[in-house]
C-alpha cells in the first residue's frame, strides 16, 4: 500500500475557520479531497446560513408564516433532525431561538438586559411546537408570524458530518475535520495511532488541560459561555439561553459531548448546556455512544466539573486555580 | 426572429410576471394533474445544484436521472432521497413513459443535440445556458422549439432576479436618461480548474474539465458572461451589432485551450455599448454590472443592487453680473476627477418578489409548464444571448469586428 502523507488546509465559512487535516497519497490527490471538501462546506452554508440573503432557510423564513414551504430532501432531514431534539430536551434545544438572540443582542454584538416586556413580546414567536413538519409534502409551516429558523446550534456539525461524509466515500480513511474547533470529527486514525487526539481545555485557559481523548470514527463538540459573555449590575450573561424562559443560562462555563456524528454532538453540547447535569443524562441514557463533560462556574471560576460516560481522565494539570475545584465523575 | 420582433416581446415580459407572484400564492396539496415529473440529463454540480432547487417545489418529482460518469447516479439519488431510475445514454431517458419535462445540463457542445432531442421527444425542456455552442446549434434549437410546441427555458436566471428586475423597471422608466453604456466584470482568482482523480486519465481530465477545452466549451464567454449579456439585450432592448474582443493564455498555462481572460465589447444598434470582461487572476471587482446612463448609474451583484445619482451640472448662460462688480477669488489648486466614492441609494425590491433568483427562475418554468404560459427567458431570450456569446469568441479568435446578422437563420 502506498505510504500516505498527512496534508493540511482551511477555508473560512459559517463565520469561523475550518481546518482539515488527512491522510493523501500524494499532494494532487489531497488537493482533490479540499476542494470537494470545501466545495461541500460552502453548498452547506450557501444552503443554511442566515446571513446569505438567498439560502434556502432565509427562503423558508420569509414565506412559513404565510403558507406550507416545500423544501428539498436534505433541507427537511435537517429540520426533522433539529425539531427531533426539541421534542427529546423538552424545549432546550430550540431552532426558532433567532428573536431572543437579537434581542439580547448577541447576534450583532449589542448586548442588552432586555426588559420584561420585550421578553415577553419575543417569548412569544419563539418555541419549536409553533413550526409544522409535513413529511408527506415535505413542508414547513409556522403557526404564528415572527417566528424564524435559525440553524446556529447544529449547523456546523451538520456540515461537518456532509465532509465527514464525502471524503469517506472518495477513500479517505484518516481525516480531521475542525469548524471553529468547537465542532470536530475525527475520521479513522493517524497511521499507528488509535485516534485523533483533541484536548478539551479549562474554560477560558487553552494552555491548561481537563482531558484529552481519541477519537475514531466520532465526533466532539464544544458549547462554551466564557468568550461570549457581558457583565452588567453585577451579574454575568451568556449567549446561550434557554428557549423557554428567553434568558442566559447561569453558572455553566463549558459542556463538551463525544457521539458519533457531529450534528448530534452539537446539539447535544448545547442541550447539555442549558438542561444541566440531572436532566441531560435522562437523555444521554436512552442514546448510545454519547460521552458528556461539564465545566461549572463563572467566568474566570471553575466551581465544579462533572462527567458522563467520559472515556478519558479527567484532570486538571495546573492546580493553580481555585483548590475547591472537585472533579466528579459518574458512571452508568 | 429580427430585431421589431424582439421589442415585442417586451410586452411578454410584462405579462409573464404574473408568474413569479403566483409562486407566493400556491397552496402545498398539489392536485394529480399538477404533479411535474422530471428527468436530468447531466448530473454534475450543476446538475445536482438544480435537483435541489427544483425539488423545493410542490409536486416535482424525478423520475429519472442520466449521465455517462458513474458517480453522478449515487450521488443524484443521495438528492432525490430515493431509487430514482438511472440512465447511461439519454435516448433512453427520453424513451421512458410519464415524463413531462427534461433538464438538461451537460457540457455546452451537448446542449444542441439534447435539447433538440428532448423537445423532438415531446418534453418540455429547461436547457442550461449557454443555449448552445455555435450558432448552428442555437438555431437548432429555435427550429425545433418552433416544430415541437413545448416550452424552452433557458438557465439565464438574471430574468428573475427581483434587484435586476427593478433596476429594468427604473431604467425603463426614463429616471435615469440615456442608457448608453454597461461596464460588467466576473472577476475571479482561480484557475477554474478542477482537481481529476487520475490527472494522467486524459478522458477523465477532458470530462471534469470540459470548460478548459475549444471542443466542449465556449469559455469564460459563455460560461460567465452569458448571464451579462442576456441582461444587457433587455437594457439595450435588442442583440448586438457587433462585437470585437481580446484575450488569451497568459497566466494559466495549463494545458488549458480556452482564454484565462476575456475581453468583449459589444456595439447596439442605438448607440450603445456593453463591455464584458472574465479574468482569472484578480478578484477586486468580482461579479458585477455597472450601467451607466446619462443621468444616473446603477451597480448590481449577484444579490443587490445600488443606485447613484448624476451630480447636476451648473447651468451655462446665467447672468453674473456680480462678477464684474465684486471679482473672483484666485487659488492655486484644481478639482481632480477623483472616482465616486459616495455609498449610493440601495436598490429596494417589493417584498413579495424577494427572493433567490434560481428558485424564482426554476418555479417560473414549473408553473409555465403548468398553466401553459410561454417562459420569459425563452429561445427568443436564449438565442440572443447564446449567438452574442457564440460571434463574441469568434471576435477574440479572429481579432477583428464581427458582425451580427441582422436576421435570425431560419433552418
Known sequence: ?332 | MNRREFIGQAATVVAAVSTLTACHSGTSVIAPSDRMRLGIIGVGSRGQDLMRVFLRIPGVKFVGLCDIYEPRFAQGRKITGEDTPIYRDYRQLLDARDMDAVIVSTPLYLHAEHVAAALDGGRHVYGEKSMALTLQGCNEIVSAVKQSGKHYQVGLQYQYAPEYREALRILRSGKLGRVLQIHSYWHRNNSWRRAVPDPKDAQLEQLINWRLYRKYSGGLVAELGSHHIAFANEVFGTFPQSVIGSGGIDYWRDGREVPDNVQVTYRYPNGQTLFFSAITTNRLEGCQLRIFATGGSIVLTQDSGTLYYEPSTAQSAVPQESIVDHGIITAASYKAEEPYKGKGKKLDVPSDTAGNPEYLACNSFITCLRQNLRPEANENVAWKAGISVALGNQAIDAGNKIVFPADSNQT
Request: with cysteine; hydrophobic share 40%; charged share 20%.
Open chain 1, 1 to 332: 500500500m502506498t505510504e500516505r502523507r498527512l496534508f493540511s488546509d482551511s477555508c473560512h465559512a459559517m463565520g469561523t475557520r475550518v481546518e482539515i487535516h488527512l491522510y493523501a497519497t500524494d499532494a494532487n490527490r489531497a488537493a482533490l479531497y479540499f476542494e470537494m471538501a470545501f466545495d461541500e462546506i460552502r453548498r452547506v452554508e450557501r444552503t443554511l446560513s442566515l446571513y446569505q440573503n438567498q439560502s434556502e432557510l432565509v427562503r423558508i423564513n420569509r414565506i412559513a408564516a404565510r403558507e406550507a414551504v416545500t423544501t428539498d430532501p436534505e433541507v427537511f432531514r435537517f429540520l426533522q433532525t433539529g425539531f427531533e431534539y426539541s421534542r427529546r430536551s423538552g424545549g432546550a434545544f430550540d431552532m426558532t431561538v433567532g428573536p431572543l438572540l437579537r434581542l439580547w443582542g448577541f447576534s450583532n454584538r449589542t448586548m442588552r438586559v432586555p426588559s420584561d416586556d420585550e421578553l415577553r413580546q419575543a417569548l412569544a414567536t419563539v418555541g419549536w411546537e409553533k413550526v409544522a413538519l409535513d413529511p408527506a409534502s415535505r413542508t414547513v409551516q409556522f403557526r404564528e408570524p415572527g417566528v424564524e429558523l435559525d440553524p446556529g446550534a447544529i449547523g456546523k456539525g451538520y456540515a461537518v458530518d456532509c465532509v465527514a461524509s464525502l471524503l469517506r466515500e472518495e477513500g479517505v480513511n484518516a481525516a480531521l475535520i475542525d469548524a471553529g474547533s468547537s465542532s470536530v470529527y475525527g475520521l479513522g486514525a493517524p497511521p499507528d495511532k488509535s485516534g485523533w487526539l483533541v484536548r478539551v481545555p479549562l474554560p477560558g485557559n487553552p494552555s491548561q488541560w481537563l482531558s484529552t481523548v481519541s477519537l475514531r470514527n466520532n465526533s466532539l463538540s464544544t458549547s462554551g459561555s466564557y468568550e461570549k459573555f457581558f457583565r452588567w449590575r453585577g451579574h454575568n450573561y451568556c449567549h446561550i439561553l434557554d428557549p423557554r424562559i428567553g434568558s442566559p443560562v447561569n453558572g455553566v462555563l463549558q459542556t463538551t459531548v463525544i457521539s458519533e456524528h457531529a450534528a448530534d454532538s452539537e446539539a447535544l453540547s448545547t442541550i447539555a448546556f442549558v438542561s444541566g447535569f440531572q436532566t441531560s443524562t435522562a437523555l444521554l441514557q436512552e442514546m448510545k455512544g454519547i460521552s458528556a463533560l461539564w465545566a461549572l462556574g463563572e467566568p474566570r471560576t471553575v466551581d465544579q466539573i462533572q462527567s458522563w460516560n467520559w472515556p478519558a481522565t479527567v484532570a486538571i494539570e495546573d492546580l493553580r486555580y481555585k483548590s475547591s475545584v472537585r472533579v466528579e465523575s459518574l458512571e452508568t
